[in-house]
């Protein structure tokens, strides 16, 4: 199955995200950023500049205030002409994943990591699996982890849930994730908000990163 074209279509607001049966919030001394799957192979099938450049602006934003206050900024980056033994079974859905140009490969530029940020090379849904970030989190004393990237209903939700297992919160920024439709993203909104997380928008998780005025 190859990536398919998404059409635009609007973020969800505030007021359209599920309600949570969580109350946590987002500490700046416990919280870290994760960029999931920025890579062009996954952006290029978003046609025009909608739902994904206010996504890239929302997660830049997110970017900033956490390099701003010292907070760990991960990124996830899957690696191109996988060996079949490492693509595993997700070649049984989406076939042999990205080629190895190095365009294909690279971070979209509006968030191309910096220094101090740390790149995981990531196999599988979740950014857990078979990658450092959870030794790395507890590492820097870090048990909330805000989930930005693409796309929602898969890598996004699955790292999501696989945090929620590992004693991480996670907080789901509804409008610095993207999706194959609006549908699909609001579908990824609901589980997170009923099983494993706390969805929100980026205003309010970049004031909480921010502190008092």
């Given at each position: 199955?190859?990536?398919?074209?998404?059409?635009?279509?609007?973020?969800?607001?505030?007021?359209?995200?599920?309600?949570s049966?969580?109350?946590?919030?987002i500490?700046?001394?416990?919280?870290?950023?994760?960029?999931?799957?920025?890579?062009?192979?996954?952006?290029?099938p978003?046609?025009?500049?909608?739902?994904?450049?206010?996504?890239?602006g929302?997660?830049?934003?997110?970017?900033?205030?956490?390099?701003?206050?010292?907070?760990?900024?991960?990124?996830?980056?899957?690696?191109?002409?996988?060996?079949?033994r490492?693509?595993?079974?997700?070649?049984?859905?989406?076939?042999p994943g990205?080629?190895?140009?190095?365009?294909?490969?690279?971070?979209?530029?509006?968030?191309?990591?910096?220094?101090?940020?740390?790149?995981?090379?990531?196999?599988?849904?979740?950014?857990?699996?078979?990658?450092?970030?959870?030794?790395?989190?507890?590492a820097?004393?870090?048990?909330?982890?805000?989930?930005?990237g693409?796309?929602?209903?898969?890598?996004?939700?699955?790292t999501?849930?696989?945090a929620?297992?590992?004693?991480?919160?996670?907080?789901?920024?509804?409008?610095?994730?993207?999706?194959?439709?609006?549908?699909?993203?609001?579908?990824?909104?609901?589980?997170?908000?009923?099983?494993?997380?706390?969805p929100?928008?980026?205003?309010?998780?970049?004031?909480?990163?921010?502190?008092?005025?």
């Amino acid at each position: 199955m190859a990536l398919p074209r998404i059409e635009a279509y609007d973020l969800p607001t505030r007021d359209e995200l599920p309600p949570s049966r969580l109350r946590w919030t987002i500490d700046p001394a416990r919280a870290a950023l994760l960029i999931h799957d920025m890579q062009n192979h996954f952006a290029w099938p978003f046609a025009g500049d909608s739902p994904l450049q206010p996504a890239i602006g929302n997660i830049a934003a997110l970017r900033d205030a956490c390099r701003a206050i010292g907070a760990p900024v991960f990124f996830s980056a899957q690696t191109g002409n996988q060996d079949p033994r490492d693509r595993g079974l997700q070649r049984d859905v989406w076939g042999p994943g990205m080629d190895g140009a190095p365009e294909s490969r690279a971070i979209v530029n509006a968030l191309a990591p910096g220094d101090g940020d740390i790149v995981l090379t990531k196999w599988r849904y979740s950014a857990f699996q078979r990658t450092p970030l959870a030794e790395m989190l507890a590492a820097r004393g870090r048990d909330q982890l805000i989930v930005t990237g693409i796309y929602a209903h898969i890598g996004c939700l699955l790292t999501a849930a696989d945090a929620f297992m590992r004693d991480i919160e996670p907080f789901f920024v509804a409008d610095a994730v993207a999706d194959f439709s609006r549908a699909h993203h609001d579908r990824a909104l609901a589980y997170v908000a009923e099983l494993c997380g706390r969805p929100v928008v980026a205003a309010e998780a970049l004031d909480a990163l921010r502190g008092p005025a």
